[in-house]
């Protein structure tokens, strides 16, 4: 029977592109969303992948989503985790609530899903664990102090559990992406993008959301079983790690 995969924040964007790529590869894909029900709705009736609505950032909303989906589809053998959200600012303007939202979301929300899918990963004896992490927990962004922050922890996060569950045949690694063409990309006035964003990276264009999906694919599969605690920057040779 093929594996069950959980992309979180996979229905938008990026997660929208992994979750479809999981699913033509063959696993039995559940995307959750935390926002947008009309969207997430109208990619589950055009894909056929079952949505789950809850906040990444609370653990309990976390621990019963993931209760449901191993009833109703089985146990997490992959986790994708994507949910992110910014809150940008100058530092000396930024508030302690677009700091902690940040944090909670895109680094708290590690911890709070994959704790749910660890135990059954180790008592199985095997496990994939792939985070979305960013070009931006690399190199540090002005106006992004806690996203960059909480960016660079996903890194430290993936490092440090990939030692635990090497012997258990679970691997934990990261993904870096560069610009990537999505919507939220592609609302950047047009003069900035051609100016300013797109003569910083050297291959001379965005990247395109599927081709961050073929390597969660990839990394989710049993050819990448000897690859745990690595990043993968894919961000067209902007920036070398």
Known sequence: MSRVAL????????????????????????????????????FGEETGIPVFKWDVSNYQECADGVARIEVEIGPVEVLVNNAGITRDGMFHKMTPEQWNEVIGTNLTGLFNMTHQVWGGMRDRGFGRIINISSIN??????????????????????????????????TVNAICPGYIGTDMVKAVPEKVLNERIIPQIPVGRLGEPEEIARCVVFLASDDAGFITGSTLTVNGGQYFA
């Open 137 to 170: 927990g690399q190199k540090g962004q002005m106006g992004q102090v806690n996203y960059s922050a909480a960016k660079a922890g996903d890194l430290g996060f993936t490092k440090a559990l990939a030692q635990e569950g090497a012997a258990k045949n679970i």
């Open 7 to 42: 992309v979180t924040g996979g229905t938008r964007g990026i997660g929208a592109a992994i979750s479809v790529a999981l699913a033509a590869a063959g696993f039995r894909v559940a995307a959750s969303f935390a926002g947008n029900e009309e969207k997430a709705k109208a």
